[in-house]
């Protein structure tokens, strides 16, 4: 896959990955409430809507740099930061650690699910993209070569 038609995916993978995730993390704060918790004897608290809040706002961020740093040609901590934000959906796993969690309205079991496979496709494009990422950059952006010593 050419640079240019993987930066087309890209776009398209984060645009509907953040959509997604704001459809999760807004019910997430709105409603926390709503959503199932764990028990006094688990190992992992609860995160409080304020956690889920500024947690959308790192995980994005983390997105956007990898964004931006694609668009700069460098692949391999491009993926770094696009692993990072892939996290984002990938935490929606948590949800189904807690007894419960399969009780919730179908539409936030939508919503919970897309954005685990949201964040699974963007951890499988940063990995792909780090594993190509020599490929991706067009001999013109390359550096010269060393001469062997």
């Known amino acids: 896959m050419s640079y240019l038609r ?5 776009c398209w993978l984060l645009g509907i990955a953040v959509l997604v995730s ?10 926390h409430d709503d959503f199932p918790v764990p028990g006094p004897d688990s190992a992992v608290p609860a995160p409080s809507a304020t956690l889920v809040a500024v947690g959308w706002f790192v995980f994005t961020a983390l997105g956007a740099v990898g964004l931006l740093l694609w668009f700069r040609r460098h692949i391999t901590t491009s993926a770094v930061f696009l692993t990072g934000y892939s996290v984002s959906g990938l935490i929606g796993i948590a949800h189904y650690t807690v007894p419960g969690a399969t009780d919730m ?18 951890l499988g494009f940063a990995l792909w993209a780090a594993k190509n990422s020599d490929d991706l950059i067009p001999p013109g952006a390359k550096p010269p070569a060393r001469p062997a010593s």
């Open 105 to 122: 309205v179908w539409w936030r079991q939508a919503h919970v699910l897309a954005d685990i496979v949201c964040g699974a496709a963007v």
């Open 22 to 31: 704001v459809v999760h993390y807004v019910d997430n704060y709105v409603n």
């Open 6 to 10: 993987a930066t087309r995916v890209l």
